[in-house]
């Protein structure tokens, strides 16, 4: 044998040493032997749902079982300061569109960045990045309360080129003042327009947390009532004429040692793609969600409501509410949500929309 073949041996030995001691602890992580700060996780996000709609008409259902998502995740660190973080997904796999056509899937990348982190009290994030505008829209689709985000939540990325609330770009944020206070500021690709020559987007947020702020990139959408977390927060997002202001508070409080708790948010957020974007149009949306955990938050009835007030001139007002039941078997890493509620536009029948997904989560 070589020396090179046998230093190969060695190489892939050790790698599978440290993989086989890492995935003991419940995660795939392969780990550098020389290097413990450099390592690569893998992990992937699975949601199988099932949905039940009445039709416009009212004269019978849309039914469906399809993947909500279905992403394959990976991330680690290259030393002590840089991180890494990418994700694919295929939305909506096999649904059934009014054609009755179903969803042959799309995979593509979802997200796809790098982060310098200096200190906590600063970070620079690369790449294809989830903007910073409302906790909702900061959310990990993996650690969501309900069944799904709120369905104004994204509504400017559509209009703006981006895909499920990202746009491409750089962001610096941080965690000063003892980890209260949270800051985002990011110069985004938005609208290019003809050759290139808008100017770009630009995205700030500020968010205080009286208990000590979330560090991650990504928020969770709920502790299942076992972690104390208040915040405050505001965001703006500009190109030209086109603008979005939100606000947004969210509290989770433990109850009787853990044994209980509760969570809730609400966002609030005025869109107007002004000349920039005409298809979005000017209004105002809310969002609120909250929820009664139980069982030292294995149980969690929630309601979720949402409304949509759209300029009079150029659109339909829309609301939404939902009620629904979240059994945590093993907190975001698996469990099953169902919920029912009714679907209201200006001018239409109201409709029962009632759903179940199953998660499993593991990264």
């Known amino acids: 044998m070589t020396r090179?073949?046998?230093?190969?041996?060695?190489?892939?030995?050790?790698?599978?040493?440290?993989?086989?001691?890492?995935?003991a602890s419940a995660q795939w992580s392969l780990v550098d032997a020389k290097d413990?700060?450099?390592?690569l996780k893998l992990g992937f996000l699975a949601q199988p749902q099932a949905e039940f709609v009445q039709t416009v008409d009212d004269t019978g259902w849309s039914q469906n079982l399809f993947l909500r998502r279905f992403r394959i995740i990976f991330g680690g660190n290259l030393g002590s300061r840089w991180s890494f973080f990418f994700e694919t997904d295929s939305p909506n796999l096999g649904k059934s569109n009014i054609l009755g056509v179903k969803d042959e899937g799309d995979v593509y990348i979802q997200d796809a960045f790098v982060t310098y982190t200096h200190a906590d009290a600063f970070k620079v994030d690369v790449g294809m990045l989830l903007i910073p505008s409302s906790h909702n829209h900061l959310q990990s689709a993996a650690s969501l309360l309900p069944v799904d985000y709120g369905p104004y939540t994204f509504l400017e990325s559509p209009a703006m080129g981006g895909r499920v609330g990202r746009d491409y770009g750089v962001q610096v944020r941080g965690y000063p003042l003892g980890q209260?206070?949270?800051?985002?500021?990011?110069?985004?690709?938005?609208v290019r327009g003809t050759q290139a020559t808008n100017d770009f987007r630009t995205v700030g947020r500020?968010?205080?947390?009286?208990?000590?702020?979330?560090?991650?990139?990504?928020?969770?959408?709920t502790f299942q009532g076992q972690r104390r977390l208040a915040s405050l927060g505001a965001s703006v997002d500009i190109q030209k004429s086109y603008h979005t202001y939100t606000a947004d508070a969210y509290y989770e409080q433990p109850l009787d040692g853990g044994q209980q708790g509760?969570?809730?948010?609400?966002?609030?957020m005025h869109f107007d793609g002004g000349t920039l974007v005409l298809a979005l149009r000017p209004q105002y949306d809310v969002l609120v969600e909250a929820a009664f955990h139980f069982g030292k938050g294995r149980y969690s009835p929630f309601v979720q409501y949402a409304a949509r007030d759209v300029d009079a001139a150029s659109g339909t007002d829309q609301s939404s509410l939902q009620g629904g039941f979240a059994w945590w078997l093993k907190g975001h890493q698996r469990n099953l949500k169902v919920s029912a509620g009714r679907l209201h536009i200006d001018g239409q029948p109201g409709r029962t929309q009632v759903l179940a997904q199953l998660q499993i989560f593991f990264y």
Request: proline share 2%; net charge neutral.
């Open 4 to 23: 090179l073949a046998a230093a190969a041996c060695r190489s892939l030995a050790a790698a599978a040493m440290t993989t086989v001691a890492t995935t």
């Open 36 to 39: 413990k700060d450099v390592n």
């Open 180 to 190: 209260t206070l949270e800051y985002r500021v990011g110069v985004f690709q938005g």
């Open 206 to 221: 500020v968010a205080w947390y009286p208990f000590g702020a979330e560090t991650g990139f990504f928020y969770t959408g």
């Open 262 to 268: 509760f969570s809730a948010q609400v966002n609030w």
